[in-house]
């Protein structure tokens, strides 16, 4: 079983940027797309960013121009990179990979922007 783990969040200012890094502990064989999602208190978790298998990349109109999903094969290792944050983009953090079978979750992590 593959376990994800994500760093890189915080407390930033408005404007500033966050890189968040998921790493999983074995190799992924299979998947549909990899993805960040995030869920802010009292709201539905939404999907922000997805990677697919074949290398297309989806936003969430709310990020588009300021966050930039990538990944690297060797490290096997997901990443998003965030620019321009906004107070608005305050939630916990999760990236995932769909995949033929169960879903793999990370923990998520916070990313806090303060006005």
């Known amino acids: 079983q593959v376990q994800l783990a994500e760093s890189g969040g915080g407390l930033v200012q408005a404007g500033g940027s966050l890189r968040l890094s998921c790493a999983a502990s074995?190799?992924?064989?299979?998947?549909?797309?990899m993805g960040w999602y995030r869920q802010a208190p009292g709201k539905q978790r939404e999907l922000v960013a997805q990677?697919?298998?074949?290398?297309?990349?989806n936003y969430a109109d709310s990020v588009k121009g300021r966050f930039t999903i990538s990944r690297d094969n060797a490290k096997n290792t997901l990443y998003l990179q965030m620019n321009s944050l906004k107070p608005e983009d305050t939630a916990v953090y999760y990236c995932?990979?769909?995949?033929?079978?169960?879903?793999?979750w990370g923990q998520g992590t916070q990313v806090t922007v303060s006005s």
């Open positions: 990677i697919f298998s074949d290398g297309r990349l």
């Open positions: 074995g190799s992924i064989t299979s998947f549909y797309f």
């Open positions: 995932a990979i769909t995949r033929p079978g169960p879903n793999y």
